[in-house]
């Protein structure tokens, strides 16, 4: 339970309408400046593959944002992260964030990495103040044409343990 007006952070075992929600959302702001050869969300049955963990964040009950974590041998991928915009700056994505990376150490990995598109200044802005620096690509992304990361932004974080 949280206090009136505080994020929750849930997670999601299986597909539902809220998530479904939250991705179409999300996929419409992405589409609006990516062509989908550059949008590498995954798609919405994907994000409830094994090696995943999903999180729905709610505002007094509400479902406001999700985001999950991908977990590999040797680091974990930040996965369609999104708050819906009428209720960023609430302290959502900072309380989805936390949630991931505990789910990352708890797996027992220390790099939490991930990728995001290059004109989302408000995520860029937000994991910055979250601890995250350049890297190059990585995983399945090193890969992929250079035209399709053209606009990519490849970022990681070091978490202590």
Sequence with gaps: MSAPGSASVELVPRPSDEVRALIEELDRTLAADYPPEQRHG????AIFAPNIRFFMARLDG?????G?????DDFAEVKRMYVREQLR?????????????????????????????DSLAAALRFYG??????????????TKTPA????S???EKRLTT
């Excluded at 509400?62 to 999700?66: L, M």
């Excluded at 609430?90 to 991930?114: K, N, P, Q």
């Design 68 to 72: 999950g974590v991908a977990l590999f």
């Design 62 to 66: 509400v479902a406001a944002g999700c």
């Design 129 to 142: 103040r979250s601890g995250f620096t350049p890297c190059a690509a990585f995983g399945d992304y090193r």
């Design 89 to 117: 700056g609430g302290g959502i994505a900072d309380a989805l964030l936390s949630r991931i990376e505990r789910e990352t150490r708890d797996a027992g990995l220390t790099v939490l990495r991930l990728e995001t598109g």
């Design 42 to 45: 995954l798609n919405f049955d």
């Design 153 to 155: 932004v490849f970022l």
């Design 148 to 151: 399709s990361i053209a606009r």
